[in-house]
């Protein structure tokens, strides 16, 4: 069974620290670009960063870059979120997602589209003093 | 970044109603749109890819529509099981954006 498992979440102070993990199974994970979204109480969706599968490529929402980092273990099958300088506006259930790539031929080009079509069920950070 | 703006923000119908979601992104982002769906505490679910696809095991009654900046998830004829709040994604650029959801109520 395809499966994302999300750990890691708690309870920490405005300025901590805190590492979230996503194990994954049952598929291939180093063949996968790889996502954390995250949804404050009550709130929507916002997307939080993605790695490569090699991890040679990383992405941040502007609010998160140079406090996150996202990495990846492929010999683990493991997904991290390393949260630095928490702030309250942090707190949100965290998903790790994984990214399907779907090849379109039209005519004689080639486009791929992604989507997030496997989800953890999620880890709650809550930021408070 | 390319915001994505959804209408309603909720709305109430009737089990067989036929529902239309709207999503607007703030520059053309060509058919890079998908939509999920999302149930109380609950993680998303992915119902379309690139603005058109059934993901597979997903009802035909759901479907989506659109090109450029405008795009429609319509419901042909609600279910009960319907019932949830639903969003867009645009796939186009990073950051990855979502549209601020549509809540769909029984009435």
């Known amino acids: 069974e395809v499966q994302l498992v999300e750990s890691g979440g708690g309870l920490v102070q405005p300025g901590g620290s805190l590492r979230l993990s996503c194990a994954a199974s049952g598929f291939t994970f180093s063949s996968y670009w790889m996502n954390w979204v995250r949804q404050a109480p009550g709130k929507g969706l916002e997307w939080v960063a993605n790695?490569?599968?090699?991890?040679?490529?990383?992405y941040y929402l502007d609010s998160v870059k140079g406090r996150f980092t996202i990495s990846r273990d492929t010999a683990k099958n493991s997904l991290y979120l390393q949260m630095n300088s928490l702030r309250a506006e942090d707190t949100a259930v965290y998903y790790c997602a994984r990214d399907k790539k779907w090849r379109e031929l039209q005519g004689t080009e080639v486009y791929y589209y992604y989507y997030m079509d496997v989800w953890g069920k999620g880890t709650t950070v809550t930021v408070s003093s | 970044d390319t915001q994505m703006t959804q209408s309603p923000s909720s709305l109430s119908a009737s089990v067989g109603d036929r529902v239309t979601i709207a999503c607007r992104a703030s520059q053309t982002i060509s058919t890079y749109l998908n939509w999920y769906q999302q149930k109380p505490g609950k993680a998303p679910k992915v119902l379309i890819y690139?603005?058109?696809s059934l993901q597979s095991g997903v009802p035909s009654r759901f479907s989506g529509s659109g090109s450029g900046t405008d795009f429609t998830l319509t419901i042909s004829s609600l279910q009960p099981e319907d019932f949830a709040t639903y969003y867009c994604q645009q796939s186009y650029s990073t950051p990855l954006t979502f549209g601020g959801g549509t809540k769909v109520e029984i009435k």
């Open positions: 690139a603005a058109s």
């Open positions: 790695i490569k599968e090699d991890g040679s490529e990383k």
